[in-house]
């Protein structure tokens, strides 16, 4: 067990890969705080996964694009568990929408979730860490579309590019603290984010060509490489985005 004695805050882990996520880090012997904004039956499931392996959960309900809520959620983490020592910026959304016809409203949500929501998150906990004379790890998990564009989902890709320079600055100006932070990006995983996709037959067939490994993939997939980077194993990497994609963004052929 490599996270032995610490304690983890997954944000949007009532479902989908802050779900698998949640469970792995407590299979590595971390305590986790589990926060939702309206799935609370997937909150109470992922703390039911989290217990059975032996570890303590919490959840926590905040709205992530309301600095209030990502306080209140930092501290009643501190005051449960005494501590965080990992944070992972799961929680995402995205809105499918041609530039020309995305509203205000639909632009605000994605952007208060995916940017702001890291952002402010972030900063309550490396406050924390400042306080408490404590080094730690920061993982966002991003996506592809932090390199790759996604025609229709413009929003969503200027909130994941967003968070590839927020996390590449973070690394010089939390080094010194003894801060990691990196980006994990995944590709097309099955999760509930993919639902439309998941159930349109043509258009999953088309995506499977684009990824050389074949399939899509798995939360678990994902979770693996997040046990790692909250790991010691991985004290030395800070400023890096780690593509969990089956090969998906650098692939290009000619027919
Ligand atoms: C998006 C999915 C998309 C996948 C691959 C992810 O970031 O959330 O909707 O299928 O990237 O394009």
Not at 33 to 50: F, P, W
Not at 136 to 143: L, R, V
Not at 162 to 172: D, E, H, P, T, Y
């Amino acid at each position: 067990m490599k996270l032995e004695g610490k304690v983890a805050l997954v944000t949007g882990s009532s479902q989908g890969i802050g779900q698998a996520i949640a469970e792995r880090l407590a299979q590595e012997g971390a305590n986790i705080v589990i926060d939702y904004r309206s799935h609370a039956e997937g909150a109470e499931e992922t703390l039911a996964k989290v217990e059975a392996t032996g570890r303590k959960g919490l959840t926590v309900k905040a709205d992530l694009g309301v600095i209030s809520d990502i306080r209140q959620m930092i501290q009643s983490s501190i005051e449960h568990f005494g501590k965080l020592d990992i944070l992972v910026n799961n929680a995402g959304i995205e809105k499918h929408g041609s530039f020309w016809e995305v509203t205000e409203a639909d632009y605000d949500n994605v952007l208060n979730v995916n940017l702001k929501g890291v952002f402010f998150t972030t900063q309550a906990v490396v406050q924390h860490l400042i306080e408490a004379k404590q080094t730690g790890k920061i993982i966002n998990i991003s996506s592809v579309h932090e390199e790759l564009p996604f025609p229709h989902f413009t929003s969503y890709c200027v909130s994941k590019g967003g968070v590839k320079m927020m996390m590449r600055n973070l690394a010089i100006e939390l080094g010194p603290l003894g801060i990691t932070i990196n980006n994990v990006a995944p590709g097309a995983i099955e999760t509930p984010i993919n639902t439309n996709l998941l159930n349109d037959k043509e258009k999953l067939g088309a995506l499977l060509k684009n990824i050389p490994l074949g399939r899509l993939g798995k939360p678990s997939d994902v979770a693996s490489l997040v046990a790692f980077l909250a790991s010691s194993d991985a004290d030395y990497i800070t400023g890096t985005t780690f593509f969990v994609d089956g090969g998906l963004l650098w692939n290009y052929q000619e027919q």
